[in-house]
C-alpha cells in the first residue's frame, strides 16, 4: 500500500523557514511546501519567478473529530493537544494552503478544501473554474493524506468500511472494504497558451452529490454519478462511446463498487454502437485508498499512463464479484498493462459528493515559445573550482575519456601526469598551481567535446583567471 517514508526529513532554509519552527509544523504541510516546488520546476517554471503572481492554492485535506482527530478517550492530554495546536497554528489542516501562499508569496485563493474522500478532486474543480473566469492566472492543486495513529485505522473497521484482512481489492469477489493509502501530491494548473510543459489539457471539471436519500446519507446513487458523467461529456460535446479509458474511484467496499460501475456502464456503454471495451483502471488496488488526496493520485496516475503509453493494471483481482461481473464487458478491469488512449476518472467522498474530470491528451510534452528561448553561455572558471577526482565520475563517457586521454599524452612532455590529477582522491595533487591549471583546462576542454557531439552549441564564452 501507498506509505510515505522519510516524513521526518525537510530542509527549512531552502524555503526560508526557521528550523525550531519547522519541526513543530505537521509533517504534511511540509511535503506539501516540497510537493509545489516540484510541481512549478517540472512545469518548466522557476518557483522564484511567480513570486507576487496570482497563484491560487486548492489543498484537499480531511479532517477527523474532535482536536486532532481522535475521541477524546483517545486523547490522555486533551487541553494540551488544544494547547499546542493554538500556539503553533500552522499545525492545523486549516494553514496548509496558507503555508504555500505564505512560502511561495502566491496572491491568488488559498483554501484547505474538506469534502472528505473527494478534498483533492473538488479542490481541482475550483481551481478550474477560478482559471475559467480569470480569477487567478495559475494553479496549485494538491491532496494530502496521512495516518499517523492506529486508533484510525481501528475506528474505520469498527464502522465496517476497512479491510479487516488488509487487502486492497476493489471489485473483487473476496473484498471487505478499503484500505488505507498514504499520498502528499499535486498539479500545477495554466491556461494553455501560458503552458511550458503540457501532460494533458482538461476539457471539464464538474461535481455533484446525491443529496437526500432514505437509507441515509453514506450510502452511494448510481444515478447522481451517471447524471455527472452524462452532464460532464454533453458539456463538452463528447460522444460518450469513444472514451477508451476510465479511471474509476472504486474503493473495494461491498455497495460502492457494484453501483459505480452500474454508472459508467449507462453513462458510457448501455447505448448500442461501442466498438470496443472501455478499459477500467483503479489506482487504490495498486495503493490503497489515499482518501483526501486520491484525487490528485488519480489524475496523476493518468498522466503517467498517458506518458507512458501504457495503463497499468490493477491488483488483488482474482474474481470479480457477480454484481460488477454483468457490466463486463463492455467495462474491462485492466489486469495486465493495456495501451493507453484519452481517459476519464471519476471521484467521490464518504457521503457521496462525486468529481468527473475528464482529458484531451496531444503527444506532445514540451510547449517551447519564443519568450522562453533563452541564450546558452558557458561559463570557465579559472582557480578555485576544482577538486581531488573530478573527473573520476565522466570518465565513462567515452568522447570524454577520449578527449582526457589525448590532453594527458600532450602534458606527459612536461612532466604532468593529467589522469592522476583528474582521478586521484590525494588532495595534496591538487597543492601547486600548474596542477589546478592544467585539471580545470582539461576538464573544459573535455567536456566541450562532449557538448559538440549533442550538438550543443553555445551563443557566448565568458572566461575568467586566463
Known amino acids: 500500500m501507498g506509505k510515505i517514508m522519510d516524513f521526518n526529513k525537510f530542509d527549512s532554509a531552502f524555503f526560508g523557514l526557521n528550523e525550531q519552527s519547522s519541526n513543530l509544523v505537521n509533517p504534511q504541510s511540509r511535503m506539501l511546501l516540497e510537493v509545489t516546488y516540484q510541481a512549478i520546476a517540472d ?24 482536536t486532532d ?31 504555500i501562499s505564505f512560502v511561495f508569496d502566491f496572491k491568488g485563493p488559498s483554501m484547505a478544501v474538506d469534502t472528505a474522500c473527494s478534498g483533492s478532486g473538488t479542490a481541482f474543480c475550483l481551481a478550474m473554474n477560478d482559471l475559467r473566469l480569470g480569477h487567478i492566472d495559475n494553479a496549485i492543486v494538491c491532496g494530502t493524506h496521512m495516518t499517523f495513529e492506529p ?17 486492497s481489492a476493489p471489485l473483487d469477489e473476496g473484498t471487505d472494504g478499503y484500505v488505507k493509502g498514504e499520498a502528499v501530491c499535486g498539479v500545477f494548473l495554466q491556461r494553455r497558451e501560458c503552458a511550458r510543459r503540457v501532460y494533458a489539457s482538461v476539457r471539464s471539471a464538474r461535481m455533484n452529490i446525491d443529496g ?23 458539456e463538452i460535446n463528447v460522444d ?21 460501475l452500474k454508472a459508467i456502464y449507462n453513462a458510457y456503454c448501455k447505448r448500442p454502437g461501442r466498438k470496443e471495451p472501455l478499459p477500467l483502471g483503479v489506482l487504490k488496488s495498486n495503493m490503497g485508498h489515499a482518501e483526501s488526496g486520491s484525487g490528485t493520485a488519480s489524475i496523476i496516475k493518468v498522466l503517467i499512463s498517458y506518458e507512458n503509453e501504457c495503463i497499468p493494471p490493477n491488483l488483488n483481482m482474482t474474481k470479480m464479484k457477480d454484481e460488477c461481473a454483468v457490466y463486463c464487458p463492455p467495462l474491462m478491469p485492466v489486469l495486465k498493462p493495456y495501451p493507453y488512449e484519452p481517459g476519464s476518472l471519476i471521484v467521490k467522498k464518504i457521503s ?45 563517457i567515452k568522447i570524454f575519456s577520449d578527449k582526457v586521454e ?41 567536456l566541450i567535446e562532449v557538448m559538440k557531439a549533442i550538438d550543443i552549441t553555445p551563443d557566448g564564452i565568458i572566461g575568467h583567471s586566463f
Open 406 to 446: 589525448e590532453c594527458h599524452q600532450i602534458l606527459k612532455d612536461f612532466d604532468i601526469d593529467l589522469k592522476k590529477l583528474l582521478l586521484t582522491e590525494d588532495k595534496s595533487l591538487m597543492s601547486t598551481m600548474t596542477a589546478k591549471f592544467c585539471s580545470t583546462t582539461a576538464l573544459e576542454i573535455a
Open 240 to 260: 460518450p462511446l469513444k472514451l477508451t479509458y476510465f479511471e474509476a474511484h472504486s474503493t473495494g467496499t461491498k455497495l460502492g463498487d457494484p453501483l459505480e
Open 69 to 99: 482527530g481522535y475521541p477524546e478517550e483517545a486523547q490522555p492530554d486533551l487541553i494540551s493537544c488544544m494547547t499546542t495546536e493554538f500556539k503553533h497554528m500552522s499545525y492545523m489542516k486549516s494553514f496548509y494552503s496558507s503555508t
Open 43 to 66: 512545469a518548466g517554471y522557476n518557483p522564484q519567478t511567480l513570486r507576487g503572481s496570482k497563484t491560487g492554492v486548492y489543498v484537499g485535506v480531511m479532517t477527523y473529530a474532535m
Open 352 to 396: 457521496e459528493e462525486n468529481n468527473e474530470m475528464k482529458y484531451e491528451y496531444k503527444k506532445q510534452m514540451g510547449v517551447m515559445k519564443d519568450k522562453t528561448l533563452r541564450p546558452l553561455w558557458l561559463l570557465f572558471p579559472g582557480l578555485g573550482g576544482q577538486w581531488p577526482a573530478m573527473a573520476k565520475a565522466l570518465m565513462p
Open 212 to 234: 437526500h436519500k432514505t437509507l441515509g446519507m453514506f450510502l452511494p446513487l448510481s444515478e447522481s454519478q451517471e447524471e455527472l458523467m452524462v452532464d460532464t461529456y454533453k
Open 151 to 167: 486508533i484510525l485505522l481501528q475506528l474505520s473497521q469498527e464502522l465496517g468500511v476497512c479491510s479487516a484482512r488488509g487487502v
